[in-house]
């Protein structure tokens, strides 16, 4: 007899009884939440390095478009590019953060909540539901949830800050009239308009359009404190 992955044959009863009941959470149990919420810190980090570059470069990018009036507007919309692109990065990271988050969340649903309150009653298959998420590790949230997520948390208000000074640089800074002095190189003021509309109005539609969000445990609420705080 094999293992799952075609190992030699072992011990059927290895792990057994490791995580029993009455261990409680001083024992094997206790090492593993920490391990899960180490590793859960360190993409969080990840995700706060990602947020501190796209702020670099926004400000970066007013500073610089701003500080003389030579200086061609279109390097806003460059920044958008750039700022776009740690979107990506941090919405492939927020995916890979929110699963060990999820399984943090259950631990504390499941174990210690209930070692708080005992009244609360757990889910009845959260152990299933856990073991076969190390069995077969996989991502809980699509790509696009992962880009509203962030979008709401972090760049909507960046994109809607260069946007906007990209606005002001064409209409009250330009040499020409608007929608003349938003041209850029052979395309027409016009067309640029529009495309900067499109990509903000695209942003806002993916960030605020109803869904079911999959990512669970988060303070995505208006109000996150309870009355008798």
């Known amino acids: 007899m094999t293992g799952a992955d075609g190992d030699a044959p072992g011990d059927p009863g290895v792990g057994r009884g490791l995580l029993d009941e009455e261990m409680g959470p001083s024992g094997s149990l206790a090492h593993l939440y920490r391990g899960e919420v180490h590793r859960m810190t360190r993409w969080r980090e990840r995700l706060d390095r990602t947020t501190n570059w ?3 470069v926004l400000a970066a ?5 701003f500080s003389t009036p030579a200086n061609p507007h279109y390097v806003l919309l460059l920044g958008n590019l750039a700022v776009g692109l740690f979107l990506a990065v941090e919405a492939r990271r927020y995916r890979a953060y929110d699963a060990w988050r999820s399984r943090v969340r259950t631990l504390q649903r499941n174990v ?13 298959d959260w152990r ?4 076969a998420d190390y069995r077969e ?12 997520h962030r979008l709401r948390r972090i760049y909507l208000p960046l ?29 027409p003021g016009a067309a640029v308009t529009g495309l900067v509309v499109l990509a903000f109005g695209g942003a806002l539609v993916v960030a605020l359009r109803p869904r079911t969000w999959r990512a ?7 109000s996150i404190r309870t009355p008798d705080d």
Not at 61 to 65: N, S
Not at 112 to 124: N, S
Not at 137 to 148: F, Q
Not at 162 to 183: K, M, N
Request: proline share 7%.
């Open 128 to 131: 299933e539901r856990l073991a």
């Open 61 to 65: 990018t007013l500073t610089w478009t």
């Open 159 to 187: 994109f809607a800050v260069l946007d906007g000074a990209w606005l002001l640089r064409v209409t009250a800074f330009g040499a020409d009239p608007w929608p003349a002095s938003a041209a850029v190189g052979m395309v």
């Open 137 to 148: 590790p996989a991502l809980k949230i699509t790509a696009e949830e992962a880009v509203a």
């Open 112 to 124: 210690f909540a209930v070692g708080l309150d005992p009244d609360w009653t757990p889910r009845t």
């Open 54 to 56: 796209a702020v670099l």
């Open 216 to 222: 669970r445990g988060e303070l995505r609420a208006e």
